[in-house]
């Protein structure tokens, strides 16, 4: 997922005022947590379409594109296929279920993200996760942006200076590596300085309260249902399957 993707999910998050953006993160975690367990649970094939069109149906929901988050959770396919071509047993049902199971479990947490802002999920995770362990992930999250912007940068200004070229691969291998040492310097000068900055202006140690974890019964009520009931269907379908 490219620093474009990431601006765009991080767009939605914080831009959406559906009522599924207006539940807490907790309910909307629990959901996403049903839902991956339900693919990982069922073993009767047709469940994971539906599985993946109630996904589909919270973002729309949602007021988000669900054909573009459907492309962003597309990625891991590509990991998966090669599992697929390791494992197969000859059967259809074998890649048909392991594919259905990856793209409903990748749609459902890229789904979380869409309609959460990222320091709500941050604040989540500070409940569960030393303070310090939180706030580093925080950090990390917010300078991926400005890192994948550099090495963007420093690439195209390889490439205008002739620093790339088709027939020179060891050339290439030589000047990338170059780039990446000066973006290694420049990622580390910033994060002194982003230090030097969070002192000035008082930080001692919390950068900020986690977030509140319900919102109202109203909002967090249909995520937790819906998240249910999907993870129902799939112990029923193993059990009675």
């Given amino acids: 997922m490219s620093g474009l993707d990431l601006a765009i999910v991080d767009y939605w998050a914080t831009s959406g005022r559906s ?16 839902f991956v367990a339900a693919a990982i649970v069922t073993e009767y094939l047709p469940l994971l379409p539906v599985l993946y069109l109630a996904v589909v ?21 590509v990991f998966v296929a090669l599992f ?15 594919l259905g199971r990856a793209l409903t479990a990748s749609l459902a947490l890229v789904a979380v993200l869409a ?7 941050f604040g989540l995770l500070s409940r569960v996760l030393p303070r310090i362990v939180g706030e580093a992930l925080f950090l990390t ?17 390889t490439r205008v200076r002739s620093g790339l070229r088709l027939r020179h691969p060891v050339t290439n291998l030589r000047n990338l590596s170059l780039a990446m040492g ?27 309260g986690p977030a509140r974890a319900w919102n109202s019964a109203a909002t967090d009520a ?13 112990i029923i379908t193993r059990w009675t399957g």
């Fill in 115 to 121: 309609t959460t802002p990222y320091h709500r999920v």
């Fill in 141 to 157: 999250y917010r300078s991926v942006f400005i890192l994948v912007d550099m090495a963007g940068g420093l690439v195209t200004a």
């Fill in 19 to 34: 009522i599924v953006h207006r539940a807490g993160p907790a309910c909307k975690v629990i959901m996403a947590g049903c």
């Fill in 182 to 208: 000066k973006l290694l310097i420049h990622a580390m000068d910033r994060s002194e300085r982003q230090y030097d900055i969070m002192v000035v202006r008082g930080y001692s140690g919390n950068i900020a």
């Fill in 57 to 77: 149906g919270v973002l729309a929901a949602a007021r988000v594109p669900p054909l573009k988050v459907m492309a962003l959770s597309a990625y891991p396919l």
């Fill in 222 to 234: 249909g995520p937790i249902i819906l998240g249910a009931a999907a993870l129902a269907a799939a």
């Fill in 84 to 98: 697929v071509v390791s494992a197969w047993n000859g059967t259809w049902q074998m890649p048909a279920l392991v």
